[in-house]
Structures are given as structure tokens and as C-alpha cells.
């Protein structure tokens, strides 16, 4: 399985994420940066979600926090952030939990069973959550709307900066 089938997978699934996920977005730039997906939780907090098809990695951490950190300065208020990777070693998991990250891990058993249809119920995944130190305020409605504007206009920046350059996406 691609990262780009996965990704199509959680975000047709998000309860494989957690319970009460709405889709937001998909494959936005903040800053030149990727993010994968963005989910609204069931707490009104924002989710972003990097995906990785293989061991998640140091660089992996580095970049989703410097995506929350983009959000947060957007935003005034960080919004949640998770990687999601085949593999998820201690010392992956412990910066990530220094950091403020959750990470999950979806074994390549689960990863051919969503591939094949196979998976029924929510399948096994290895999830883990940031240590509790300190959680935002829930995102209001207007929040979102400023995000959505902010990811739109990023995307047009990226868009307009690659056209400009001859380059094509």
C-alpha cells in the first residue's frame, strides 16, 4: 500500500484514527509544508495527521511540530497533531510525547486488510498518547473559518510561487 492509499483510507475512515474524527481537509501546504489530513475532533480541537508507509522517523516529529507551530501562530490556539506510520520505535514515540504528538502505528497485517477490503471492524492499532500537560481550548467555529481561509490562501501562495517558477504540481 502507497501513503497516498492510506491516507485515502483515514480519511474515508477516520474512526480507525479515533472515534468522533470529522474530515476537514486533505494535502494542504501551511508554510510549505504538507500535511496530510485535517480532522475536526469530537472535542471542536484540530487535528492534523501526517501519514508515513514505513517507520516513522525524528524528521517526521520535526515536521508535523513545526506545522502545529505554524497553525498556533495562524490560530492562537495549537491544534492536536498525530503520526501515522508502519512502525513506531520507543524513542519515536517518547519525542513525539515531549512534543505534544500522539502517535499510531498500523501493522502491514492491518495495512493489506484495509488494501483488500478485508477490514470489517476497526482494525488493531498501536495508539499512543501524548503524556496529559497541557490542552488547548476547543476551536470555534470562526477558528475554523480562519483556518480554512489561512490552508486556502497557503495553497494558492504555493500554487502561484510554482507557476511563476515554470513549475508544474
Do not use: W
Amino acid at each position: 500500500m502507497h501513503e497516498i492509499h492510506l491516507t485515502s483510507v483515514l480519511e474515508s475512515r477516520p474512526e480507525i484514527i479515533e472515534p468522533g474524527l470529522i474530515f476537514f481537509s486533505r494535502q494542504h501546504y501551511i508554510r510549505g509544508k504538507r500535511v496530510d489530513l485535517i480532522f475536526h475532533d469530537a472535542k471542536g480541537q484540530l487535528l492534523i495527521v501526517n501519514v508515513k508507509i514505513n517507520k516513522l522517523q525524528l524528521a517526521d516529529v520535526g515536521q508535523i511540530c513545526e506545522s502545529r507551530y505554524y497553525l498556533r501562530e495562524e490560530l492562537g490556539v495549537a491544534p492536536r497533531g498525530l503520526l501515522v506510520g508502519t512502525s513506531v520505535s520507543e524513542e519515536i514515540a517518547g519525542a513525539a510525547d515531549v512534543a505534544g504528538c500522539e502517535t499510531l502505528a498500523i501493522s502491514n497485517a492491518t495495512l493489506d486488510e484495509l488494501r483488500t477490503g478485508a477490514a470489517r471492524g476497526i482494525p488493531h492499532v498501536d495508539r499512543r498518547a501524548p503524556t496529559p500537560v497541557r490542552r488547548a481550548t476547543a476551536t470555534s467555529g470562526i477558528a475554523l473559518a480562519i483556518v480554512r481561509s489561512v490552508l486556502v490562501t497557503r495553497r494558492a501562495e504555493c500554487n502561484l510561487a510554482m507557476l511563476t517558477q515554470g513549475g508544474t504540481r
